[in-house]
Protein backbone atom coordinates (compact mmCIF):
# COMPACT_ATOMS: atom_id res chain seq x y z
CA UNK A 1 0.00 0.00 0.00
CA UNK A 2 1.06 3.45 -0.78
CA UNK A 3 0.14 6.68 0.96
CA UNK A 4 0.80 10.32 -0.31
CA UNK A 5 -0.50 13.35 1.09
CA UNK A 6 -0.17 16.85 -0.34
CA UNK A 7 -0.51 19.70 1.74
CA UNK A 8 -1.44 22.67 0.09
CA UNK A 9 -1.91 26.47 1.42
CA UNK A 10 -1.03 28.19 4.94
CA UNK A 11 0.78 31.85 5.24
CA UNK A 12 3.57 30.24 2.60
CA UNK A 13 1.25 29.07 0.30
CA UNK A 14 3.82 26.24 0.14
CA UNK A 15 2.76 22.74 -1.26
CA UNK A 16 4.19 19.72 0.04
CA UNK A 17 4.03 16.26 -0.87
CA UNK A 18 4.63 12.87 1.49
CA UNK A 19 4.76 9.06 0.53
CA UNK A 20 4.83 6.36 2.80
CA UNK A 21 5.25 2.76 1.07
CA UNK A 22 4.49 0.34 3.65
CA UNK A 23 7.13 -2.26 1.67
CA UNK A 24 9.19 0.71 3.54
CA UNK A 25 8.04 0.14 6.85
CA UNK A 26 8.11 -2.25 9.97
CA UNK A 27 5.51 -5.12 9.94
CA UNK A 28 3.46 -3.64 12.62
CA UNK A 29 3.74 0.01 10.94
CA UNK A 30 2.17 -1.23 7.47
CA UNK A 31 -0.30 -3.30 9.91
CA UNK A 32 -1.09 -0.13 11.55
CA UNK A 33 -1.89 2.20 8.55
CA UNK A 34 -3.36 -0.55 7.10
CA UNK A 35 -5.64 -0.86 9.75
CA UNK A 36 -6.39 2.89 9.97
CA UNK A 37 -7.00 3.38 5.98
CA UNK A 38 -9.68 0.32 6.27
CA UNK A 39 -11.68 1.70 9.40
CA UNK A 40 -11.48 4.73 7.93
CA UNK A 41 -13.57 3.53 4.85
CA UNK A 42 -11.23 5.51 2.75
CA UNK A 43 -12.42 4.09 -0.46
CA UNK A 44 -15.85 5.08 -0.09
CA UNK A 45 -15.20 8.28 1.79
CA UNK A 46 -15.65 11.66 -1.54
CA UNK A 47 -13.59 15.07 -1.19
CA UNK A 48 -15.31 17.48 1.12
CA UNK A 49 -15.36 21.12 -0.84
CA UNK A 50 -15.17 23.90 1.26
CA UNK A 51 -18.04 26.13 1.60
CA UNK A 52 -16.39 28.81 2.16
CA UNK A 53 -13.00 28.60 2.08
CA UNK A 54 -10.49 30.52 4.52
CA UNK A 55 -7.62 32.19 3.57
CA UNK A 56 -4.19 30.90 5.20
CA UNK A 57 -6.00 27.46 5.65
CA UNK A 58 -4.48 24.41 4.81
CA UNK A 59 -5.83 21.68 1.67
CA UNK A 60 -5.07 18.50 1.35
CA UNK A 61 -5.64 15.82 -1.31
CA UNK A 62 -5.25 11.93 0.49
CA UNK A 63 -4.32 9.46 -1.67
CA UNK A 64 -4.16 5.71 -1.47
CA UNK A 65 -3.01 2.91 -3.77
CA UNK A 66 -3.94 -0.93 -2.46
CA UNK A 67 -5.07 -4.59 -3.62
CA UNK A 68 -4.56 -2.60 -7.50
CA UNK A 69 -6.97 0.45 -6.43
CA UNK A 70 -6.48 3.75 -5.96
CA UNK A 71 -8.38 6.73 -4.32
CA UNK A 72 -8.39 10.37 -3.65
CA UNK A 73 -9.86 12.94 -1.52
CA UNK A 74 -9.53 16.57 -1.30
CA UNK A 75 -10.61 18.21 1.91
CA UNK A 76 -9.27 21.25 4.13
CA UNK A 77 -8.34 20.75 7.81
CA UNK A 78 -11.67 22.46 8.55
CA UNK A 79 -14.24 19.94 6.89
CA UNK A 80 -11.43 16.69 7.59
CA UNK A 81 -12.96 13.66 8.89
CA UNK A 82 -11.98 12.82 12.36
CA UNK A 83 -11.21 9.17 10.79
CA UNK A 84 -8.91 10.86 8.06
CA UNK A 85 -7.65 12.76 10.36
CA UNK A 86 -5.67 9.95 11.94
CA UNK A 87 -4.37 8.92 8.86
CA UNK A 88 -2.77 12.32 7.96
CA UNK A 89 -1.23 13.08 11.10
CA UNK A 90 0.34 9.01 10.87
CA UNK A 91 1.85 10.09 7.74
CA UNK A 92 3.07 13.33 8.15
CA UNK A 93 4.79 12.08 11.55
CA UNK A 94 6.68 9.26 10.13
CA UNK A 95 7.42 11.06 6.98
CA UNK A 96 9.80 14.09 8.39
Do not use: C
Amino acid sequence: MRVTLEQSGGFAGLMITKTIDTQNLSPSEAKELEEMVQSANFFQLISVVEAFPQPDRFGYVLTVEMEGRTHSIEMSETNMPESVRSVVKWVQARSR
